[in-house]
């Protein structure tokens, strides 16, 4: 089956990347008539849209722009899907970066545990001596794993991109990334994968970087943060 690519014109001198046009129909053979050098083939996670580059980005500007291209060309194709905002860029300043972040996600809080505990459990069991402070210690401590995996879901370099494309550019504050719905069947892989095998595939293919070791700390807090993202959400496995 053919795949449209996207036509990309060369971005502003603003931010960064010089990239020519390039525009074209895949072949039936996986080849294109663009001429662009291997590697700079980017691919969406709907594993359909692709883009063409001439270049690699070598910053945000230049990386938000390769998500917004690609995210256009989904969009035309599926009118009839809601939009989600665009992503925000944080402040370049780590300690601002990192009250930012602070701001934008404490709300999403972990689970209040204060009615299972204390009098709450049975005489000898474990929790039945836990206090406030220990509920004060599990949700710092969760909410610093959150939080961690929110600032690699919006850095490249920690990514490991390749063009400055990050996970945010495509799915701000994780939007549709349903991890409640894995474990489920993936046409991009061809079988049935957790969330972070998707996660590597797209680390793979929208943001051209190495996949992570599924026991990387980076891959753990990734999954933290998207899972708290969707705090409330049913779980339906499989679904699509």
Not at 157 to 174: K, N, Q, Y
Request: aromatic share 8%; net charge negative; hydrophobic share 35%.
């Amino acid at each position: 089956m053919t795949t449209k690519r996207i036509p990309f014109l060369a971005l502003a001198a603003a931010a960064g990347v010089a990239l020519a046009a390039a525009s074209c129909i895949a072949r039936g053979d996986g080849s294109s008539s663009t001429g662009a050098p291997d590697g700079l083939d980017v691919q969406l996670c709907d594993g359909e849209t692709r883009l063409a580059l001439d270049a690699a980005p070598t910053d945000r500007a230049g990386g938000q722009a390769v998500a917004d291209a690609l995210m256009a060309e989904w969009q035309r194709k599926n009118p009839d899907q809601p939009v989600w905002p665009l992503a925000q860029d944080p402040a370049q300043d780590p300690a601002r970066r990192e009250q930012l972040l602070y701001e934008r996600f404490q709300p999403k809080k972990p689970f209040d545990n204060r009615y299972l505990l204390g009098e709450g459990q049975r005489e000898g069991h474990p929790y039945r001596d836990f206090e406030e402070r220990d509920i004060t210690l599990w949700e710092r401590d969760t909410m610093n794993f959150v939080l961690e995996g929110a600032q690699v879901f919006h850095d490249a370099g920690r990514l490991g991109s390749t063009i400055a494309v990050s996970c945010d550019m495509c799915h701000p504050d994780a939007a549709n990334t349903h991890p409640e719905t894995y474990p489920k069947y993936q046409t991009q892989l061809g079988r049935t994968v957790m969330l972070r095998e998707m996660i590597n595939w797209c680390i793979e293919h929208p943001v051209r970087g190495q996949k992570l070791a599924h026991d990387d700390p980076r891959m753990l807090a990734m999954e933290a943060y998207i899972y708290a993202q969707r705090k409330g959400a049913t779980l339906q496995f499989g679904r699509h």
